[in-house]
Antibody, heavy 119, light 112 residues
Framework: EVQLVESGGGLVQPGGSLRLSCAAS????????MHWVRQAPGKGLVWVSR????????FYADSVQGRFTISRDNAKNTLFLQMNSLRAEDTAVYYC????????????WGQGTLVTVSS | QSVLTQPPSVSGAPGQRVTISCTGS?????????VHWYQQLPGTAPKLLIY???NRPSGVPDRFSGSKSGTSASLAITGLQADDEADYYC????????????FGTGTKVTVL
């Protein structure tokens, strides 16, 4: 069974940093592109970032470009999101998601971790 | 601000059929990119409901179906049930947004 478990969320001041982790199990992690998607309280889903299977290719939404960095450790089956220069508008539940086998959808999702940016 | 527009809400009685539209443009749905749909029950993570326009993952009932035409896509739910009450999102790729996946604005389905 595919499992994705996020951690690392919490309360951080504006301008601060936070590193999210997503521990994967139940599938061959190194074979799949992975994503981060966020959802502000009471709002819709927003794609944040994606990384290819070996970590050599990364993509970002314009709203986080230059502030967030996605990475992965295939030996430890773990996905990361380093978030710097955090703003109030980054407050959201952050989900990691595994890419589908044959197309660019999100096959499996973690339970999410809440990031709150506030002074 | 999403580039895919969905109605904020739709409702129907148990057993009825409801449809949710997802309107995009020539840089996303109209360019032929696959459209996917997700169901998000209250307080839970989203779940893949339909992929590549009209395909159901295993375990998703055939009451759910998807279609696409031009710059729009639709999700249909037939035989509406109480546990279908959830938020539904469409998703695709947009080639004008630096490699961005995009989600629809979301639709709340209410079972009357």
């Amino acid at each position: 069974e595919v499992q994705l478990v996020e951690s690392g969320g919490g309360l951080v001041q504006p301008g601060g940093s936070l590193r999210l982790s997503c521990a994967a199990s139940g599938f061959t992690f190194s074979n799949y592109w992975m994503h981060w998607v966020r959802q502000a309280p009471g709002k819709g889903l927003v794609w944040v970032s994606r990384i290819n299977s070996d970590g050599s290719g990364t993509f970002y939404a314009d709203s986080v470009q230059g502030r967030f960095t996605i990475s992965r450790d295939n030996a430890k089956n773990t996905l990361f999101l380093q978030m710097n220069s955090l703003r109030a508008e980054d407050t959201a539940v952050y989900y990691c998601a595994r890419n589908c086998d044959s197309t660019s959808c999100y096959q499996s999702w973690g339970q999410g971790t809440l990031v709150t940016v506030s002074s | 601000q999403s580039v895919l527009t969905q109605p904020p809400s739709v409702s129907g009685a148990p057993g009825q059929r409801v449809t949710i539209s997802c309107t995009g443009s020539g840089s996303n749905i109209g360019a032929g990119y696959d459209v996917h749909w997700y169901q998000q029950l209250p307080g839970t993570a989203p779940k893949l409901l339909i992929y590549a326009d009209n395909n159901r993952p295993s375990g998703v009932p055939d009451r759910f179906s998807g279609s696409k035409s031009g710059t729009s896509a639709s999700l249909a739910i037939t035989g509406l049930q109480a546990d279908d009450e959830a938020d539904y999102y469409c998703q695709t790729f947009d080639h004008t947004l630096s490699g961005s996946d995009v989600f629809g604005t979301g639709t709340k389905v209410t079972v009357l």
